[in-house]
């Protein structure tokens, strides 16, 4: 079956840099997705990686995957207090491209 | 480029009522997802759309759900009878295509409380 598990908060200092973890179950999964999500708002994709990638980098965000393991992470760089947020870990597979997601880590990002 | 709208924002309703959740996706958007996302949890789907036909409505609870997406744009879903576990925020998203990698927008959700 299809599951997503993350840690459920994690704070860091501003400035710092944040690692947020998360495991899926399906090897099946062909998209893995960060989403983040803010007080009253709805879900703003922040990046997503394709399978056969084992690291995407974009400005601040690093994205690392171990397929073998089925471990996906996100690093950001000098988190800022903006950065505190609920960060969201989906993904999906060729056979049904629905976004299945765990259940969220709180990041709070102290001055 | 305007987002996702919602309506309403929010909604208190006693359980056995009945309520309707309205939502307008981005322009041009083909494909369209109500989902369920219940207080500590992330997002469920309970349905998605491409143009006006549905794909996917295998976790919607169809003896009190209802969905639907008049013309290929705009959609509604309603609860009636709403239960207690209904409780939870409702979002809506759309995105050009189904196909993975295609980013979907979310709009701000509407928050149902069921008492």
């Known amino acids: 079956g299809e599951d997503v598990e993350q840690s459920l908060f994690l704070s860091v200092r501003e400035g710092d840099s944040s690692v947020i973890n998360c495991t899926y179950t399906?090897?099946?999964?062909?998209?893995l997705y960060w989403y983040k999500q803010e007080p009253g708002a709805g879900l703003q994709l922040l990046t997503y990686?394709?399978?056969?990638?084992d690291m995407k980098q974009d400005q601040r965000l690093t994205v690392l995957l171990n397929k073998k393991d089925k471990h996906l992470s996100l690093r950001i760089a000098d988190t800022q207090t903006g950065d505190s947020a609920i960060y969201f870990c989906?993904?999906?597979?060729?056979?049904?491209?629905?976004?299945?997601f765990g259940s969220g880590t709180r990041l709070l990002v102290r001055p | 480029e305007a987002g996702v709208a919602q309506s309403p924002r929010y909604k208190i309703i006693e359980k056995r009522q009945s309520v309707a959740f309205w939502c307008n996706p981005i322009?041009?958007?083909?494909?369209l997802y109500w989902y369920q996302q219940i207080l500590g949890q992330g997002p469920k789907l309970l349905i998605q759309?491409?143009?006006?036909?549905?794909?996917?409505d295998s976790q919607l609870p169809k003896d009190r759900f209802s969905a639907e997406r008049l013309k290929g744009v705009d959609s509604t879903l309603k609860i009636q009878p709403a239960k207690l576990e209904d409780s939870a925020v409702y979002l809506c998203?759309?995105?050009?295509?189904?196909?993975?990698?295609?980013?979907?927008?979310f709009g701000p959700g509407t928050r149902l409380t069921v008492l």
């Open positions: 998203a759309s995105s050009q295509s189904s196909g993975g990698g295609n980013e979907q927008f």
């Open positions: 399906d090897s099946s999964s062909t998209y």
């Open positions: 990686i394709f399978s056969n990638m």
């Open positions: 989906a993904e999906s597979t060729d056979s049904s491209y629905k976004l299945i």
């Open positions: 322009s041009g958007h083909a494909t």
């Open positions: 759309f491409q143009n006006n036909g549905v794909v996917d």
